[in-house]
């Protein structure tokens, strides 16, 4: 009996500083500064439950209270374990796969914000409305290097009319070129009238839609190439935090587009939570391993490993120990004092 004894001892405290360990770091997370006490808790009375069965097994005694105390105190070291282990096997795949799929959600969100705000018929026609005056500058300033029509003549004079009549105003008579003008004339004249055509249309009344929905735009290129590709961002280190980010800025992009857009054509970003993918604390990594189950070997390995290093002890004290077997290594005094506190 001294051998089965010093081994189960042995058994019991390797278990339960194994316990210890995993309890206080499955716990830190979810109880920050608590962990210590709760773990010292929960490892008191795994230590006395464990004692009280051989105790209680060897003197033939009931032991079925000491096995209760064992389970209550095994079911938070194994949901506590659970979690730490869990989140070792992993922390590294949720991590990719959510990171993943939050980047496709934030990039179609864009994207489709982006058509939405190209598709306004304010800003298409003013689009429109540039690229025809673009074209008109480039055919104006194409004819009046023409050899044969030199300087800005009556062709040229027909270009400007239909800017003119794009922009919906006249532009400022700038002295024009003649036939026999230089080529620094003729190029001094085109940049000057050029300048004045870009001014004005930043100044039409058209253009005020127009470039509310070109800052959107912008902000969503710039956001895009900010945040690139996932598989970049994991490489780069990329962790949980940025779907903080991501979550901010979808919404706020969502708020400035709608602010702008017409009432039959506002968007709806999906919302990407911040919480997703978040092992380590207990309610994420049993919602991970349980209810999600993204990888069921990991669970399963998880869970068994949890379970078998609380029941170790157990298990030998039943095999080990039988009723009667340790009767005379204990004193009458203590005989007495188990049978007045036993069930």
């Given at each position: ?39 010292a ?9 464990d ?26 070291s194994?949901?506590?374990n ?51 005056t ?6 104006m ?17 027909e ?23 230089s ?34 735009i ?5 956001r ?19 779907l ?100």
């Amino acid at each position: 009996m001294f051998i089965l004894r010093s081994v189960y001892y042995v058994l019991v405290f390797l278990c339960i500083g194994i316990l210890l360990f995993l309890t206080f770091f499955g716990f830190e997370k979810t109880f920050g500064p608590l962990t210590p006490y709760f773990t010292a808790i929960i490892g008191l009375l795994l230590f006395a439950a464990d004692y009280m069965l051989q105790r209680n097994r060897e003197q033939g005694l009931p032991w079925t209270p000491a096995l209760f105390l064992f389970l209550l105190a095994a079911t938070f070291s194994s949901v506590s374990n659970f979690s730490y282990l869990y989140t070792n096997f992993m922390t590294r795949d949720v991590l990719s796969a959510t990171v993943r799929e939050q980047y496709r959600v934030f990039a179609d969100d864009l994207t489709e914000t982006r058509a939405v705000l190209i598709g306004v018929d304010a800003f298409s026609e003013e689009v429109d409305r540039r690229a025809r005056t673009e074209t008109l500058l480039k055919q104006m300033w194409t004819q009046m290097n023409d050899p044969a029509r030199l300087g800005c003549g009556e062709r040229c004079a027909e270009h400007i009319t239909a800017i003119n009549a794009l922009l919906g105003v006249d532009i400022t008579e700038l002295s024009r070129p003649g036939p026999s003008s230089s080529t620094g004339e003729r190029k001094n004249f085109y940049d000057s009238f050029r300048g004045l055509v870009l001014e004005a249309q930043e100044n039409s009344n058209l253009s005020g839609p127009f470039r509310a929905i070109q800052v959107v735009i912008s902000d969503i290129d710039e956001r895009m190439a900010y945040y690139g590709d996932a598989d970049d961002a994991l490489r780069a280190g990329a962790d949980l935090n940025i779907l903080t980010q991501l979550s901010s800025d979808s919404r706020k992009i969502e708020r400035e587009a709608n602010a702008i857009l017409p009432s039959g054509n506002l968007v709806e970003h999906d919302f990407i939570d911040p919480t997703l993918g978040r092992l380590g604390e207990i309610v994420y990594s049993l919602k991970s391993g349980f209810v999600e189950v993204p990888n069921l070997s990991a669970t399963i390995m998880a869970l068994i490993l949890s379970i078998v290093v609380d029941f170790v002890p157990i298990l030998y004290a039943l095999v080990a120990f039988r009723a009667g077997e340790g009767i005379s290594s204990y004193s009458k005094d203590d005989e007495i004092d188990v049978l007045d506190g036993g069930f």
